[in-house]
């Protein structure tokens, strides 16, 4: 049965970082769907536009995701896959919650999978405390409302990509996320988890999977994600960086389409 794959890419990226995914679930004979959320790839407004909003940044996702009708009744062949890397956890949960019939699986890749009972509070804080602290290297800290606020967007230098996001990646890979990388927003906290708040009757009723990977710098965190808000299944990437997708993209490609099998 063919399925429909929505994926949602992360910080700083685009619906362009899954290419050659797109090309194996396409080859597979599935429909797919990239999308580039507010601010990212070719999307037309910018960082400072988003007003550090999580809804505003997943505009495009939940405009989709709207768009699409509802599956017949009796039948979940309508039901799209959803899946998300790193920042799009929020933008994922957040769709859950609103568009929960319309979703067969939701797939957290190296993501910030929050739920009922872990919150944004709980799992930024979390974050801090296991996560690495990176140099930043060569990156731009963007204080868009001043010098003495918090910063409001990130990006990531050439040689801080190659350190610490892509490091098990192909140079090819590497060279096109430097090209191609835009800001990514930094959010309010308070904000944030106001936006996120889920329910065991909407956001609990989709089928959730993790997808961990083995060589990224932040893999105590997604342990962490998985055992304090635990999915239906979890799978673990061996050789795969934070972009799971340039580093080890069949094996990602191979589960994603386990899963589309699986959850109809």
Known sequence: MSRHFVLVHGA??????????????????????????????????????????????????????????????????????????????????????????????????????????????????????????????????????????????FLPGPKYLEKHTYRCSPSQDLELGI???????????????QETVLTMDRYGTVARAYVVCDEEQDGAFQWWVVENNPPDEHFVVPGSDHMVMFSQPCLLSQYLLELGSKYI
């Open 179 to 193: 090209t191609l990388v835009r800001p990514s927003p930094a959010w309010d906290a308070g904000k944030a988890a």
């Open 12 to 153: 700083c990226h685009g619906a362009w970082c899954w290419y050659k995914v797109i090309a194996d679930l396409k080859q597979a004979g599935h429909k797919v769907t990239a999308l580039d959320l507010a601010a990212c790839g070719i999307d037309g407004r910018q960082v400072e536009d988003l007003h550090s909003s999580i809804v505003e940044y997943s505009e495009p996702l939940l405009t989709f995701m709207d768009s699409l009708p509802p599956p017949p009744p009796a039948s979940d062949e309508k039901k799209v896959v959803l899946v998300g890397h790193s920042l799009a956890g929020p933008s994922l949960c957040i769709a859950m919650e609103r568009f929960p019939e319309k979703i067969s699986v939701a797939v957290f890749v190296a993501a910030n999978m929050l739920g009922p009972d872990l919150t944004y509070k709980m799992a930024d804080q979390k974050y801090a405390e296991l996560s690495p602290t990176a140099d930043p290297m060569d990156s731009e800290v963007i204080y868009g409302n001043g010098p003495n606020e918090p910063p409001t967007a």
